[in-house]
């Protein structure tokens, strides 16, 4: 393979196994919740929140990024694709590998904010389940 394969598939692997780790995050923060005492849960919310909301500003720029120009590029170079490399033209072709590329490192991104967002859910359900629990304790027999 190329330097440029090895390289875009290296950071396809970095990605997916971030993802993977943030699944097993989620797993691990959800199972023990329920055994943990409500400041636990409230400590492991509190993080989920400030990872989301620490990558807000980089997700809004890739899903306006996704969205738009280089979606539409992508789509307009398929069509392209075979007359450029009939041609040789290799600057088409690199320019349209390079865009699908960050296309898909996009698309990575955007299931990580997912699964974060998923874990937080999680945890404020979590967590409103144990204020319901709680007050439904308190209430005389």
């Known amino acids: 393979m190329s330097t440029r394969i090895d390289k875009f598939c290296d950071g396809l692997k970095q990605r997916l196994n971030a993802i993977d780790a943030s699944i097993q995050r989620a797993k691990a923060s959800v199972s023990a ?67 699908a590329e960050q296309y898909a490192m996009d698309a990575i991104l955007d299931a990580s904010d997912a699964l974060d967002e998923a874990e937080l859910a999680a945890l404020e359900a979590v967590e409103a389940r144990l204020a319901a629990d709680a007050a439904a304790a308190a209430l005389p027999a």
């Open 33 to 99: 919740a329920p055994a943990e005492a409500e400041q636990a849960v409230r400590k492991n919310l509190d993080k989920a929140k400030a990872r989301v909301d620490a990558r807000k500003a980089q997700i809004k720029e890739t899903h306006a990024r996704a969205k738009s120009k280089l979606k539409q590029d992508l789509a307009d170079a398929k069509g392209k694709m075979e007359k450029w490399k009939a041609n040789h033209e290799v600057d088409k072709l690199t320019r349209h590998a390079d865009k």
